[in-house]
């Protein structure tokens, strides 16, 4: 049985700003599950959530040197929790605060050190798929005629839209060879961190435009930056996104205003 959560943070951190209202056991199978057993007297005043999660379970069994929370829990390591909630981040519509819980836990654990398990990351990536269903991402694989044919009621051409906010939109440097829209790790790898950042609210930007104009800047550009990291960043920029969620999470200007703006002293017909 092994503790995750809130609980297995502050064992590790106690200045963890929430307290733990359950505990949260992860065993390798549902009868597992069926089988455990955890003292009454011990945890009568806590609820206790178990999870079946073989990935998990087995790559604890491969990594045994851990200490021990007590009523035979193993606890993971602050790499592992760290790696287990970026995992879930990614993907999957979660409920808002849930989703919003794990963006703040993996903040304080990188704060705190923590540094991703990429073979377990997407071991564990893999394995959601199999409980949520695949992960619905946005097809890069395009002509930037056939991504942006959708159903989208904005009237303005995509890319256009790209070059209002810079005349060589930073996307650009990043596109694979040959390719339109689909972006090259090894090219973004090559960014400055100045150059990821633009990168990242460049996009978000446009498609917050695209989507919810309508809606006041700020709440726009962050309802957009998560839908990015869960539906259309690629998993290696999702990643890079959450690792720096706090210098990208709000706009650095009005750009619905901006964008407005440049449309309405441009020619570009609708």
């Not at 951190?13 to 069926?34: H, I, Q, Y």
């Not at 339109?180 to 930007?205: H, P």
Request: with cysteine.
């Amino acid at each position: 049985m092994i503790l995750i959560g809130s609980s297995a943070i502050k064992y590790w951190f106690p200045n963890f700003p929430r307290e733990p209202k359950d505990l949260d056991v992860v065993v390798g199978t549902e009868k597992d599950k069926a089988n455990i057993s955890l003292s009454k007297k011990t945890w009568e005043d806590t609820r206790v959530e178990v999870l079946v999660n073989p990935v998990l379970a087995k790559y604890v069994e491969e990594h045994p040197s851990r200490p021990d929370f007590g009523q035979g829990l193993d606890l993971l390591l602050v790499n592992e929790l760290y790696t287990l909630k970026m995992s879930h981040a990614i993907g999957w519509k979660l409920e808002n605060n849930s989703w919003d819980k794990h963006v703040f836990d993996i903040q304080f654990l990188k704060n705190k050190g923590a540094k991703l398990i990429k073979p377990l990351f997407f071991q564990l990536y893999e394995y959601w798929e199999t409980v949520h269903g695949p992960n619905k991402r946005s097809d890069l694989d395009m002509t930037s005629e056939e991504f942006f044919d959708n159903a989208l009621d904005c009237p303005y051409d995509h890319d256009w839209l790209h070059t209002l906010l810079k005349p060589t939109p930073t996307f650009t440097k990043v596109l694979k060879e040959g390719a339109e829209v689909d972006v090259s790790e090894e090219k973004f790898n090559q960014l400055s961190e100045e150059e990821k950042e633009d990168l990242v609210r460049e996009e978000v930007y446009i498609m917050a435009f695209e989507r919810f104009s309508h809606m006041w800047y700020p709440y726009a550009y962050a309802r957009m930056l998560r839908k990015f990291v869960i539906g259309h960043a690629p998993i290696w920029e999702a990643i890079w996104i959450l690792e720096n969620w706090p210098k990208l999470i709000h706009p650095k200007f009005n750009f619905v205003k901006l964008l407005n703006e440049k449309i309405n002293e441009s020619n570009q017909p609708a």
